[in-house]
């Protein structure tokens, strides 16, 4: 019984560690995408020359800076989470395997 109730836990373990990843996956995405935007208006603002707006006065510049900054901090977060479930799924599958020996024999016996 014990065996199958730590399978069931590691399981579970190995589920929510797949969905960090994602969500990690989801949050490293946009973080692409928003440094693009920032180089695009960065690369943009180089073209006008010294007629070019300070981009440090451009709402949504400094909105893109904010998100990014808040993304990085974000995607430390769940690096840690999905770390957690790794170490947590490592230290289940050593009980599930250690649990296996002594619960399971075989009788080979002929009778009843």
């Known amino acids: ?3 199958l109730a730590s399978y069931t836990q590691r399981a579970l373990v190995v589920m929510q560690k797949n969905q960090k990843q994602f969500e990690l996956n989801v949050l490293r995405d946009r973080a692409v995408r928003i440094s693009r935007a920032l180089s695009d208006m960065d690369a943009e603002n ?3 020359g010294e007629d070019a ?3 440090s006065e451009n709402p949504y510049y400094v ?3 904010r ?3 808040l993304l990085e901090a974000e995607v430390t977060q769940v690096e840690q989470a999905v770390e957690l ?3 947590q799924e490592e230290s289940l599958a050593s ?3 250690t649990n296996v ?10 009778g009843s």
């Open 46 to 48: 180089g073209l006008m």
């Open 95 to 97: 009980v599930v395997k």
């Open 1 to 3: 019984m014990t065996f």
């Open 63 to 65: 909105s893109l800076e």
């Open 53 to 55: 707006p300070d981009l």
């Open 101 to 110: 020996t002594p619960s399971c024999k075989l009788n080979f016996s002929g």
């Open 67 to 69: 998100e990014s900054e």
């Open 85 to 87: 479930f790794t170490k």
